[in-house]
């Protein structure tokens, strides 16, 4: 403790952050990255796998029913013109020229930095295996530099008749392809899109068991540690791993999680932290209302004192894709979308340009928000195709957050929670078995992995009830889980210390909003008069995953890593009343490791 009181946080960075990998993992995207890095990746959380079935399906997902109800119609249109009400723009079937609200023409290229990339297409990904060159085949590297030395020479007495013998063999299909290039297959090419985690929980169904899941995670997680992060398997015994995991996920889930980084991946070591608590201490705070606003879902919890409180947590079903659905639905009502095939359901090129646009021209402010935008058109593996238009009612999509309505149907059901129900009897037992030892891997690899009991006794979401979706607007959800507390002096602190994360969070307007829209949620008869959005002191889209590293570092000295049940004792014991040991110390050296 005296050294951690003394030591500069650079040097603390290049002592632990070296062989720590956080991983962030989320519906839509994994954030994923050495501790010691400023950010880490970002990568699409899907994997495209080679397929010989005939009828081909495009995508693996839970696409049990993409019909739009009478009803469902009715109540998008008058969450439509409510908040053109709110926004002083024509109603959905009101005429432009009729209306009397003075037109404003708002172009946003300045808003978002990427706009230099706004208007570029996709491109299809090449779906077969790279054929070696003289320069790659010798610089290949091999963990073992004796082999390394031997294949360099092998290659180099013989690359020409190899070269010569690949390039006249067939070319052959990857078996599979992960992150943005999986989004980018043709539809034409023999593969199938898997994403393993869906609205906040693995994407278990009748047509994508269990097993196929975590293999797909595995391979996925595999993948980039190797590839992008250059950790081969034989040197992950070197590296601990975090697990910042959102409140979505249940215990069974996270267990599975666990067993891949430890059993599969072969990480020496592991911790789970919540993302919500995370997100906190990644912007050097201990106390705030954390509202994580993803791909997929909204979460909203209170942190108080390095301590997350189970009764305030609220997950709402959407987010960031289905404000790019929403935004789809509003041009084709306007008619201002092209007359082309635009499908994100079979065409996941359509969904990576949707949330582009978004991206670059959504925003929430007054008036009538129009822009001229290209949009791009993918059919059948040809080139893409450029469409340029005038893109109108730009503000409306993002207000969908408080009026969810707008944002329906949901094309992606959740998963069946009769799969959790089937395993009660594990979620007891799990954390009292061993996990099998694997023949390949030696006894020193298995320090206790079973003995952390004593956190997930008190972990909140042993129950075995499905966890509770709520059915509300973003500002209600804020506005409830900071008044579930119970405590006044505690309530008027949150208030003020609410903390937007997500993708989302980079919304324009937003902040804004979101003040004003929870200060009229609150109830009269509530003795709060304020209401304050904390500016985040890093990219809101990896604030949790820096949080994660921030506490990796921080706590690495102590003998969490070496010693799983020391770690438990003096980690997070969420719902028993205790806080994180040291956590205003925690909180002052996060600050230092952030500003410095």
């Not at 043709?186 to 047509?207: A, D, K, V």
Request: glycine share 6%; net charge negative.
């Amino acid at each position: 403790m005296d050294y951690l009181k003394t030591v500069v946080p650079s040097q603390l960075i290049a002592e632990r952050g070296s062989n720590i990998v956080v991983i962030n993992p989320g519906s839509a995207n994994i954030r994923i990255g050495l501790a010691q890095h400023d950010t880490p990746l970002n990568i699409p959380h899907c994997i495209a796998r080679r397929t010989s079935q005939v009828p081909k399906r495009n995508v693996v997902d839970q696409m049990l029913n993409s019909q739009v109800t009478t009803s469902q119609h009715v109540e998008r249109e008058r969450a439509y013109d409510v908040i053109a009400s709110l926004m002083k723009i024509p109603f959905l079937d009101e005429e432009v020229a009729n209306n009397s609200f003075p037109r404003k023409m708002g172009r946003v290229d300045a808003f978002n930095q990427q706009n230099s990339r706004k208007d570029v297409a996709f491109s299809w990904t090449n779906v077969y295996e790279k054929e070696p060159t003289p320069s790659t085949a010798l610089g290949e590297k091999s963990s073992s530099s004796m082999n390394h030395g031997i294949i360099k020479e092998s290659m180099g007495q013989h690359r020409n008749t190899d070269i010569k013998e690949l390039n006249s063999s067939e070319r052959k299909f990857r078996e599979f392809i992960c992150g943005e290039e999986a989004l980018r297959v043709s539809p034409t090419e023999p593969y199938c899109i898997h994403r393993p985690i869906r609205r906040g929980h693995l994407n278990i169904s009748q047509h994508y068991p269990m097993q196929q899941v975590l293999e797909d995670l595995y391979a996925i997680w595999d993948w980039i540690l190797t590839e992008k992060l250059h950790i081969p398997r034989s040197e992950r015994n070197l590296y601990s791993a975090i697990l910042v995991l959102p409140e979505s996920f249940d215990n069974r889930e996270i267990k599975e999680m666990l067993s891949i980084v430890l059993r599969d991946l072969r990480f020496a070591s592991a911790v789970v932290h919540q993302e919500g608590l995370a997100a906190v201490f990644g912007n050097g705070l201990s106390t705030a209302c954390v509202v994580n606003m993803g791909a997929q879902v909204t979460s909203v919890i209170c942190v108080e004192d390095g301590v997350a409180l189970p009764n305030t947590e609220k997950t709402l079903p959407f987010g960031g894709e289905d404000i790019s659905r929403c935004l789809l639905w509003t041009q084709r009502h306007h008619q201002t979308w092209p007359q082309i095939r635009t499908d994100i359901l079979t065409k996941a090129m359509d969904l990576l340009m949707l949330n582009r646009i978004k991206e670059s021209y959504c925003e929430i402010k007054e008036g009538e928000i129009d822009a001229v935008a290209v949009v791009h058109s993918y059919e059948d593996g040809m080139p893409p195709g450029s469409h340029k238009t005038r893109l109108t009612a730009l503000n409306v999509p993002p207000m969908g957050l408080f009026y969810p309505k707008l944002l329906v149907p949901d094309v992606y059901p959740p998963p069946p929670r009769s799969w959790f129900n089937d395993y009660e009897d594990m979620l007891e037992d799990t954390w009292h078995t061993d996990f099998p030892r694997r023949s390949d891997i030696s006894d020193n690899f298995y320090p206790g992995i079973n003995v952390g009991l004593p956190m997930w006794e008190s972990y909140p979401v042993l129950t075995t009830k499905p966890k509770k979706e709520e059915k509300i607007g973003l500002a209600e959800a804020v506005t409830s889980s900071i008044l579930s507390t119970g405590r006044i002096d505690l309530q008027r602190k949150l208030f003020c210390s609410i903390q937007l994360i997500g993708g989302v969070a980079l919304t324009g307007g937003l902040i804004p909003a979101v003040e004003e829209r929870v200060l009229h949620a609150i109830p009269s008869n509530e003795a709060i008069d304020m209401v304050e959005v904390l500016q985040s002191r890093t990219n809101p889209t990896y604030v949790s995953w820096k949080g994660g590293a921030v506490l990796g570092i921080l706590d690495f000295g102590r003998d969490a890593w070496i010693h799983r049940e020391d770690w438990i004792r003096n980690g997070i014991h969420i719902g028993s009343g205790r806080k994180y040991k040291d956590s205003y110390f925690l909180q002052a050296q996060a600050m230092c490791y952030i500003n410095s």
